[in-house]
């Protein structure tokens, strides 16, 4: 029997050391994987008016029971939205890349590789 009057810095241990109902704790070197964040299409950079704007499309979490409803942004450098942030924007003739702040992962997306798809159909001229 573990002894309740042993001097201790935390009065309860004998408590935890009992383990009355004999429960099992949850290693400590295991994190818990924070969530993805939300992805996010790159559909446009313009420079209009002297001032770098990009335009993006936001597909947020779905609560339970819904379906997720994209959401469409226009941000400037230093601007946020909710838990977006741009931080760099370089815009390129070929395409260009946006750096930002995505519910706090640092992401770089490209054009090339992350921009808006367009259908692959081909129009049929006219006749």
């Known amino acids: 029997m573990i002894a309740r009057n042993a001097v201790s810095a935390n009065p309860y241990q004998w408590i935890k050391d009992r383990n009355l109902f004999r429960l099992i704790p949850p290693?400590?070197?295991q994190k818990p994987v924070p969530p993805q964040p939300p992805k996010?299409?790159?559909t446009g950079i313009t420079t209009i008016l002297g001032k770098k704007l990009v335009l993006i499309n936001v597909l947020p979490k779905a609560k339970p029971g819904e379906?997720?409803?994209?959401?469409?942004?226009?941000?400037?450098v230093g601007q946020r939205e909710a838990e977006i942030e741009v931080?760099?924007?370089d815009e390129q003739i070929d395409g260009g890349t946006v750096k930002l702040v995505n519910h706090g992962v640092i992401q770089v997306l490209s054009m090339q590789s992350d921009g808006a798809r367009l259908g692959s159909s081909v129009p049929t001229p006219l006749r």
């Open 67 to 76: 379906q997720a409803k994209p959401q469409s942004l226009i941000l400037t």
């Open 27 to 29: 290693p400590e070197d």
């Open 87 to 89: 931080l760099e924007i």
């Open 40 to 42: 996010i299409t790159l």
